[in-house]
């Protein structure tokens, strides 16, 4: 069964707009960890932000925060105030209890000027 | 700043031959990684050690094989490269934050791009 589900291949945003990119997942366990990272084209993946299931507040920094829904199993990265260097792929990924990341399939953003 | 370094970044080799991916760290971690990436595509766990001389195989079959003989060195071998091992490789090193396993964060490396022709 799919863990994590990331439903847009491909998303596109203007310039200075706010995007949000959606990713699902699918766990019994009550403890788990909730994470995106970006990936440039030069390969690199580089971590944006972490939201714990047990935390009460949504996991903010910078210009990413996270809509965290937790009876929706949801946990969608919102960008604020978009960047052309803010093109790239985006993985969501997450961390069932002494288990292993398990990452989605990826959204490809691209900010349009 | 993560402190993860693969080498080699590229490498274009031949069918046949036998290589070494190198991964190293120097942030202490205990646990180690290596993920297999398509263009375009997710992340598929192919090693992880959660310790010296500890390995175990990930989620996706793969013909390579690890060792951890130091904390911070994990490399990857091929012993016959073959086309369907191109891809790109990406070695990643877990810290904890906070109190919870579950929120081990990742260093990833700037991976090795592979082509065997």
């Known amino acids: 069964a799919q863990k994590i589900t990331q439903t847009q291949p491909g998303m596109f945003v203007q310039e200075k707009e706010a995007v949000t990119l959606d990713c699902t997942y699918d766990?019994?366990?009550?403890?788990?960890?909730l994470f995106w990272y970006k990936q440039p084209s030069s390969g690199e993946m580089i971590f944006l932000i972490y939201?714990?299931?047990?935390?009460?507040q949504n996991a903010t920094e910078g210009r990413y925060s996270l809509n965290f829904q937790k009876a929706r199993k949801s946990a969608n990265l919102v960008i604020s105030a978009s960047q052309l260097g803010d093109s790239a792929m985006y993985f969501c990924?997450?961390?069932?209890?002494?288990?292993?990341?398990?990452f989605g399939a990826g959204t490809i953003l691209r900010v349009k000027s | 700043e993560a402190d993860i370094y693969q080498t080699p970044r590229y490498l274009v080799i031949g069918t046949g031959k036998k290589i070494t991916l190198e991964c190293s760290q120097t942030?202490?971690?205990?646990?180690m990684y290596w993920y297999q990436q398509d263009p375009g595509m997710e992340l598929h766990l192919i090693h992880y050690?959660?310790?010296?001389?500890?390995?175990e195989k990930g989620d996706l079959s793969s013909e390579s094989t690890v060792s951890r003989i130091r904390t911070e060195h994990f490399p990857l071998t091929l012993e016959s490269a073959r086309p369907s091992h191109t891809s790109q490789y990406l070695c990643?090193?877990?810290?904890?934050?906070?109190?919870?396993?579950?929120?081990?964060?990742?260093?990833f490396g700037s991976g090795t791009q592979l082509s065997v022709l």
């Open positions: 050690s959660y310790g010296v001389n500890s390995t």
């Open positions: 990924a997450m961390r069932e209890y002494g288990n292993k990341l398990v």
């Open positions: 990643a090193s877990g810290g904890i934050e906070g109190a919870w396993l579950s929120n081990e964060k990742l260093f």
């Open positions: 766990t019994s366990d009550p403890s788990y960890g």
């Open positions: 939201q714990g299931s047990y935390d009460q």
């Open positions: 942030m202490g971690h205990d646990k």
